[in-house]
């Protein structure tokens, strides 16, 4: 701080002396301000990347529920095709032989009970009709015949095995013949 005298001999402060004194005194509380804001920048950011973290290990906690049985269920799936094979043989033999339906009641039992036991484990079988137009992303083509009508070219002919999903997931694609 200068001071000055001025004509009648007394001291008094120059207006630059305490024009900077007030910068001072403001330009640290600016920087107390400034400095405010960058921690609670820091700290929403912070917040909302343990947000983001929450909710994504949630996520994936969820599907990991989800899917964890996709060994066990793709184990089963040839069992499920066995007891699907099985059914259509008993049925074929009943119309054959005329014979009692205990067989076949017990067959679909058993079959039924595993079907929904693992639907409620959340495997869904992936619909797929004779007729329908192949789908490289939703169907595995195991071969092409000649298409016996024209409507049947590049279209699903025959299905050798279905597809299932485990939640979203495709655990088996459909495998498919389509027509040429």
């Known amino acids: 701080m200068s001071k000055k005298k001025d004509n009648n001999g007394e001291e008094?402060?120059?207006?630059?002396?305490?024009?900077?004194?007030?910068t001072q005194e403001l330009s640290v509380e600016e920087q107390l301000?400034?400095?405010?804001?960058q921690e609670k920048d820091k700290f929403l950011r912070l917040f909302a990347e343990f947000e983001n973290y929450k909710k994504r290990t949630s996520r994936e906690r969820i599907e990991l529920f989800k899917?964890?049985?996709?060994?066990?269920?793709t184990v089963l799936l040839p069992i499920l095709d066995d007891f699907e094979r099985a059914l259509n043989e008993i049925k074929k033999a009943r119309y054959e032989d005329d014979e009692d339906d205990e067989l076949l009641k017990g067959v679909e039992l058993i079959n039924s009970k595993l079907r929904n036991t693992?639907?409620?484990?959340?495997?869904?079988?992936?619909?797929?009709e004779v007729g329908d137009v192949f789908n490289v992303e939703l169907h595995e083509a195991i071969?092409?015949?000649?298409?016996?009508?024209?409507?049947l070219i590049g279209k699903i002919i025959d299905v050798l095995e279905q597809g299932y999903r485990l939640g979203e997931k495709v655990i088996r694609y459909p495998r498919v013949?389509?027509?040429q």
């Open 12 to 22: 008094e402060i120059k207006d630059k002396d305490i024009n900077q004194q007030e």
């Open 33 to 37: 301000k400034k400095e405010l804001i």
């Open 67 to 73: 899917t964890a049985n996709e060994d066990l269920m």
């Open 118 to 128: 693992l639907a409620q484990k959340g495997l869904s079988v992936i619909n797929v």
């Open 143 to 151: 071969t092409q015949i000649p298409a016996p009508s024209e409507d």
């Open 177 to 179: 013949v389509i027509g």
